[in-house]
């Protein structure tokens, strides 16, 4: 499976984005779907995480402000962001598990937050 992320851009802060990550394949039988983000001279950090039965997980630094959902028809798996902070500034990556044959990630979306 191949993943296509995009949707990045440069947004003021109270901004909203809205980052797209497309599967080559099925996401029908994937166990686990995130968003993760790297922001320069940091350690890539997990945004958000929606496992197979639905429940969904965040940082503590987006919650009530991001949103990760899924759209099993167009193989997409999205992050909506809404209230950006320029500490949200990163390259977000997007990486889908599947327990019977591995991970799998995305290229890579910049997203930029000015102030």
């Known amino acids: 499976v191949q993943l296509q992320a995009s949707g990045g851009g440069s947004v003021q802060a109270g901004g909203s984005l809205r980052l797209s990550c497309v599967a080559s394949g099925s996401i029908v039988n994937a166990n686990t779907m995130n968003w993760y983000r790297q922001a320069p001279g940091k350690e890539r950090e997990l945004v958000a995480t929606r496992i197979s039965g639905g429940s969904t997980t965040y940082a503590d630094s987006v919650k009530g402000r991001f949103t990760i959902s899924r759209d099993l028809a167009k193989r997409t798996v999205y992050l909506q962001m809404n209230s950006l902070k320029p500490e949200d500034t990163a390259v977000y990556y997007c990486?889908?598990?599947?327990?019977?044959?591995?991970?799998?990630w995305g290229q890579g979306t910049q997203v930029t937050v000015s102030s």
């Open positions: 990486n889908v598990l599947f327990r019977a044959y591995g991970d799998f």
